[in-house]
Every structure is written in structure tokens, then in C-alpha cells.
């Protein structure tokens, strides 16, 4: 049994024996391809040299780039809103005539003469007709396209013949009002008025309105704090906005007045309407609004808010 499992799979026929073969060739040539390839086929040499001179003089080209890139940085490290130098121009160029001038009234001649170019001459009209002005001799250090060694050779010869300075300064003074607040008589304003108030709505200026009109008219700027609905914090900051000017009183004759013509008076009720008309009917007609202060009900408080709106004649 065991010689026939060998037989069948552990043995191979003439065919495959030679297939065998051929296949471990195959592989044995391929593998030992890549070793022939410098016997047959000759490299191609290259000279390079060409080619390191010239990484060479771009190398050369980009430190001194980097030189003078550092240089004109340090320059504008000192004017941060100095324009670029052009290479060789400052060297060549004359460097004019000096004397005393006013660069603010200075024509196109003149700064010729000082040795100015005539791109910069153009860039300080330019700024002097949009109303530009130098305040103090300092102030063309800052000219776009000036040298610095130009700035420090005019500076000494800079003469400003009128202090713009202060005129600037007195002129922004006056360009920028205080703003002052406008006064309110809370006993004649209305609701166009109450509303253009900050934090007031149209409801509580309609508010304000009604409780005026059942009291009968303020006597008092703190009455308006009592308003139904209106916040403390926005009545303390309206406060000093209000007045009264002339305040005129409607008053309630407590002689003569029925308790519903007393109980819509804010500070009465119908409590205290009613006590008045009862007492008046037990004791007689009042001599002195004083008097109601004999009623139980009418206790400091309500007295001292209610006695400016009431009457005995």
C-alpha cells in the first residue's frame, strides 16, 4: 500500500523529468542575465565638469543676491516706508545745491535744486495738493522714495514758516461737538417725543401719558418712576434728561367730590375715596385738606402724595 502511495505521487515520468529540466534552466539563464549586462553593453560617459561650473556660478549668483537683499534690509529696518534704492543711482547722482526752504511751500525747482529726483519731487505735490502737510523738519524722512542720507543732508536746512500743528489740533477740536442731550418737559412732552427716548417703547410711552393724565400732571420727576412697567435702570438714566417746568396741578375738591369721581385718582382708590366721602358727610365740609389726615386710612405716605392734587374751595 505504501510502495503504490509513493509510486503514484513521489514519482515522474520521462516527460516530466525533462520539463523539469528545462523549467531549472530557464530560471538558472534568467537569474544570471543581470550579471552578463556589463559584459555586452558598454556605458556611456559623461563629462560632467560643464556642469559643476555652472551649479557653481549660480551658487556664487545667490550668496551675493542674499548680500545685498540683507543689506537693503537693514537700510529699511531704520525708514520702514523708504523705497527700494536702484542699484548705482544714488553713487552717480549729483547731490544739488543746499539751502534754508519750506518743503510745504517748496516748488518743482527748487527741490530740483536740492538734488531731488524728479519721481520723488512728483510723489511730494502730489501729497502737499491732497492737503498733506510737514509739521516738523523730521517729517520728510518719511517721503517715499528719500534717501536716507538725503533726509539727514536737507533736515538742517528745513525751515516750517507756519505751525501747522496747532492749527491741526485746533481744527479737529472743533470738528467733534459735545454732544449735548436734549432737556424734556415731562408735563408737555408727548409720545413722538417719549419714544425718540432710548429704552422707551411706544407702550410705556403711552404709559408715562396715561399716568400722567390720571394724576393730573407731575409735580415730581421721581412720579415717573412709578409708571407701570417701566425699569429702574432705565429710569435713572432718562432721569436727568426730564423737567418740569410750571407744573399746573388738576386738583380734586374734596368738598364736592363723589368717591367715583376720587377712586380713578391713582393715590386714592376707592378705599380712601370712600373714608373722604364719609367722613365728610359725618362731620361736615372740610376747612383745610389737613383734615383728611384725621381718617384712619390716610396714613403719611398717601397724604404727602395725594394732598398737591386736592382742594378745599
Given amino acids: 500500500m505504501r510502495k503504490s502511495f509513493a509510486s503514484d505521487y513521489l514519482s515522474f515520468t520521462k516527460k516530466e523529468r525533462r520539463a523539469s529540466v528545462v523549467l531549472l534552466s530557464l530560471i538558472i539563464i534568467f537569474t544570471a542575465i543581470p550579471f552578463l549586462f556589463p559584459f555586452f553593453i558598454t556605458e ?25 537683499f540683507s543689506s537693503r534690509n537693514n537700510d529699511e529696518d531704520d525708514q520702514p516706508y523708504r523705497e527700494p534704492y536702484e542699484k548705482n543711482y544714488y553713487a552717480k547722482k549729483d547731490k544739488g545745491e543746499l539751502f534754508y526752504f519750506d518743503p510745504n511751500t517748496l516748488d518743482e525747482k527748487g527741490w530740483q535744486r536740492l538734488g ?15 492737503g498733506g502737510k510737514f509739521y516738523k523738519p523730521e517729517d520728510i524722512g518719511k517721503i517715499w522714495g528719500l534717501p536716507i542720507e538725503d533726509a539727514k543732508r536737507l533736515i538742517p536746512f528745513v525751515q516750517i514758516q507756519h505751525n501747522y500743528a496747532n492749527n491741526y489740533a485746533e481744527k479737529k477740536l472743533y470738528e467733534k461737538p459735545k454732544y449735548v442731550a436734549s432737556i424734556i418737559d415731562i408735563n408737555t412732552a408727548d409720545t413722538t417725543v417719549l419714544i425718540a427716548l432710548p429704552g422707551i417703547g411706544s407702550k410705556l410711552s403711552q404709559r408715562i401719558i396715561s399716568f400722567r393724565e390720571k394724576l393730573g400732571g407731575f409735580y415730581s420727576i421721581e412720579q415717573i418712576g412709578e409708571t407701570y412697567g417701566l425699569p429702574d435702570s432705565t429710569f435713572q438714566k432718562l432721569k436727568p434728561r426730564f423737567s418740569i417746568n410750571n407744573p399746573s396741578l388738576h386738583q380734586i375738591n374734596i368738598n364736592t367730590a363723589s368717591i367715583d369721581e376720587m377712586k380713578i385718582h391713582p393715590y386714592l382708590r376707592y378705599a380712601v375715596a370712600n373714608a373722604i366721602v364719609q367722613y365728610r358727610m359725618q362731620h361736615g365740609s372740610y376747612v383745610a385738606v389737613d383734615d383728611i389726615k384725621k381718617i384712619m386710612l390716610v396714613t403719611d405716605d398717601i397724604f404727602n402724595k395725594a394732598a398737591p392734587y386736592l382742594k378745599v374751595d
Avoid at 53 to 61: D, G, H, P, R
Avoid at 116 to 130: C, E, F, G, H, L
Wanted: net charge positive.
Fill in 44 to 68: 556611456k560617459r559623461v563629462d560632467a565638469t560643464a556642469f559643476k561650473e555652472e551649479i557653481a556660478t549660480l551658487t556664487t549668483k545667490q550668496v551675493d543676491s542674499n548680500k545685498r
Fill in 116 to 130: 531731488v529726483r524728479d519721481k520723488t519731487i512728483a510723489t511730494i505735490k502730489n501729497y502737499v495738493s491732497k
